[in-house]
């Protein structure tokens, strides 16, 4: 097969996301001096308005060239010791990856496994956390996005838990398909590590770990003893307190991360959520209209960033992906590790309106029609159209031009 060349390449997945003009052009500048005298002028505010994105007063964001992995590792290394007990779940290939780099730095982690398709299970983290009576679990993971399962979990719960159990531990929570596209706030709940990176909410390339991080985290870091040295935030610290950075910075990254700050706070955040819950509405109007399944076993799971689609038995999803890549040029998420050919994945996130979405499932159905899904022709992108119309904001003229 050869991939169709005209056109733009729709790219549906879950991250990285579209990139805004906006960002292309403000990251389209000369490579700058990181040390420059005025480098400051630019940074200072930078690193200042970021804690506004991440709903953040006290404490600080620290923005490191890496990815999300590199974000978790930064807030694990900081903030804990070897032998350390942290209590997490795992529902998803995100949930099960965090796990894992905790095993590796020689945490003693509680992980519990929960069906793929639900999030955290709060009641059986409040009786872990009543149970630790000794305060042994020092830190409680959570995913709040599971990027691949389309599964949301309810991180204001599981603060309403550690208060309720009068448990110290740190919050840790996995923002990196949450912040910046559904309602995220690290104050209110009392979030004490925040993971994002810059290709999701942001809408920028790959590059930047971006991690919040409350007071009593970066007081934690004093006691710490984890091996640290590019993630270390005492290093950041140092360097970022007038403007500057331990190494060289990805300043491009950078000019765009301003831009993308601009953008989200123009737009407002509140209306981006509410944007992103009414595009996500679409994609299950036309998931139901198809007769499919969303990964997400209950509405209270389901993600307004992204849906895992579960292909009928007897289907592979991967063939569905390949054929929407080759045939219609269209990009859509792939299942992983355990849903691995059980499941496409729409992403709904970042720069988006409801025509990109509703070529997205025109794609993925033309795909699923090819590879023989008995699915009418149309159904879902109706029933996506029909959901944008009737909650469409805008007045629609009647008047003839
Ligand atoms: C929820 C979640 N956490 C962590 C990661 C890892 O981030 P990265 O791939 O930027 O390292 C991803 C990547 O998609 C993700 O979706």
Request: proline share 4%; with cysteine; charged share 20%.
């Amino acid at each position: 097969m050869s991939k169709a060349i005209s056109g733009f390449n729709g790219l549906a997945v879950p991250g990285p996301t579209n990139m805004p003009f906006a960002l292309h052009r403000a990251m389209d500048v000369a490579l700058e001096d990181h040390r420059a005298p005025d480098f400051p002028e630019f940074t200072l505010p930078l690193l200042a308005d970021l804690k506004r994105i991440f709903r953040l007063s006290a404490g600080q964001v620290f923005v490191f060239p890496s990815s999300g992995t590199g974000g978790w590792e930064s807030a694990i290394a900081n903030t804990l010791s070897p032998g350390d007990r942290v209590l997490a779940s795992v529902f998803g290939q995100f949930s099960h990856l965090w796990v894992d780099l905790c095993r590796r730095f020689g945490l003693e982690v509680d992980a519990i496994d929960v069906p793929w398709g639900e999030g955290v299970p709060l009641d059986l983290y409040e009786q872990k956390l009543r149970a630790d009576k000794a305060h042994r679990i020092k830190a409680v993971l959570a995913c709040h996005n599971e990027t691949a399962t389309g599964v949301t979990s309810d991180i204001a719960g599981v603060r309403k838990v550690l208060d309720a159990t009068g448990h110290p531990a740190q919050l840790m929570v996995d923002g990196v398909s949450s912040i910046g596209c559904i309602e995220f706030r690290m104050d209110a709940w009392g979030v004490d590590l925040a993971v994002c990176g810059s290709q999701k909410g942001f809408m920028l390339p790959t590059g930047l770990a971006i991690v919040g991080v409350s007071e009593k985290a970066l007081a934690a870091r004093k006691t710490a003893k984890l091996p640290r040295c590019f993630f270390d935030f005492d290093d950041m610290i140092r360097a970022n307190r007038d403007g500057y950075f331990p190494y060289t910075p990805a300043t491009t990254l950078l000019r765009g991360l301003r831009a993308s700050i601009d953008m989200l706070e123009a737009e407002g955040l509140e209306e981006i959520f509410a944007r992103h819950h009414r595009l996500a509405g679409g994609v299950r109007r036309a998931v139901e209209a198809w007769g499919l399944a969303l990964c997400a076993r209950h509405p209270r799971w389901y993600s307004d960033t992204v849906s895992a689609v579960v292909v009928p038995d007897g289907f592979d999803a991967n063939a569905v992906i390949k054929t929407a890549y080759y045939a219609y040029n269209l990009s859509l998420g792939a299942g992983l590790s355990k849903v691995a050919g059980k499941v496409f994945r729409i992403g709904h996130l970042g720069y988006l309106n409801e025509i990109m979405v509703l070529a997205a499932l025109a794609g993925a159905e033309m795909a699923m029609l090819d590879c023989g899904i008995a699915i009418e022709a149309g159904a879902g992108v109706g029933a996506a159209v029909e959901h944008y119309s009737r909650t469409a904001k805008r007045p629609v003229s009647t008047k003839a031009a």
